[in-house]
């Protein structure tokens, strides 16, 4: 898993638990906890999905076997 994505992802893990302490709390800033945990997710999937198109068109360069067409 690309770096970038492992960041992504413990972000998402760490706003996730500030919007849960937050509402626990009572407050509603637990809304933009779960705004950013909402982006850090997608970027962590954008990163994941950007490395495994690298890899494919990399493959797909070399002409290896089980490269998709």
Known sequence: MP???VYALLVCALTV???VVS????SWLGVVWVLLAGIS???TWYYIR???A????????AGAP???S
Not at 54 to 61: H, N, W
């Open 17 to 19: 638990a500030a919007a």
């Open 50 to 52: 950007r490395a495994k």
């Open 41 to 43: 997710s997608n970027m």
């Open 3 to 5: 770096r970038l994505a």
């Open 54 to 61: 690298e890899r494919d068109a990399e493959r797909e360069a």
């Open 66 to 68: 089980g490269a998709t």
């Open 23 to 26: 509402f626990a709390r009572g």
